[in-house]
Each structure stands twice: as C-alpha cells, then as structure tokens.
Nanobody, 123 residues
Framework: QVQLVESGGGLVQAGGSLRLSCLASRRTLRNYAVGWFRQAPGKERDFVAH????????DYADSVKGRFTISRDNAKNTVYLQMNSLKPEDTAVYYC????????????????WGQGTQVTVSS
C-alpha cells in the first residue's frame, strides 16, 4: 500500500505561485505514474496533471496548460506541482494519487489518495 501526503498549499494572491509536493511512504513511488486532481467546494474532483513513472510522459488539463508544471524526483519519492500565474478559479483542495490503470482523467483509475492540501487564490 502506498501512503501519499500532499503539502505546500496555502493562501496566495492572484498571479502568485505555489509548489505542491506529494511524498510517498511505505512503498516507493517510482514504479507508478502519478496524477494531480483538484476539488472545489460543491464540485467534482477534476484532473489537473499526470506524469509517467519515468517522467517522460506528461499531460495537463487545458485549464492549467502553460501555468502548471508537474515533475518528479524518484530518489526523493516525491512528485511536485509547480503552479504559476494562479487565478481565483484555481482555488480548491489538491490531491495526488498513484495511477493504477485505465485513462488518466478518471479518479477511478487511481488507487491511493493523499488527504489533500488547500490552495486558496484571492483576487
């Protein structure tokens, strides 16, 4: 079982930046592709970004392309999400999860989820 812990969230003004981290424990994360999702109050959990186990293949939701960057450091068992040019509509709880199989865009394709980290962007 993989245990994932997100960190790095906070309150930031529009146009600012944050870097989220997803640290794995109990098992190595290097064998897994990893996805980031976000969930705003009253809304579904939406796909944000995905990175393959090697880091070679990367995908983003259209809403964050050009502003967010996903990366990983397998030696540190950590996946990152660098978020720049933040907008109020980016406000949500952000989650990471290991990708088991199936399409990367669906939450049902992922096994283990962290507890989430809150990102709030003020206008």
């Amino acid at each position: 079982q993989v245990q994932l812990v997100e960190s790095g969230g906070g309150l930031v003004q529009a146009g600012g930046s944050l870097r989220l981290s997803c640290l794995a424990s109990r098992r190595t994360l290097r064998n897994y592709a990893v996805g980031w999702f976000r969930q705003a109050p009253g809304k579904e959990r939406d796909f944000v970004a995905h990175i393959s186990w090697s880091g070679v293949s990367i995908d983003y939701a259209d809403s964050v392309k050009g502003r967010f960057t996903i990366s990983r450091d397998n030696a540190k068992n950590t996946v990152y999400l660098q978020m720049n040019s933040l907008k109020p509509e980016d406000t949500a709880v952000y989650y990471c999860a290991n990708h088991r199989d199936g399409t990367m865009f669906l939450t049902s394709s992922y096994d283990y989820w962290g507890q989430g980290t809150q990102v709030t962007v003020s206008s």
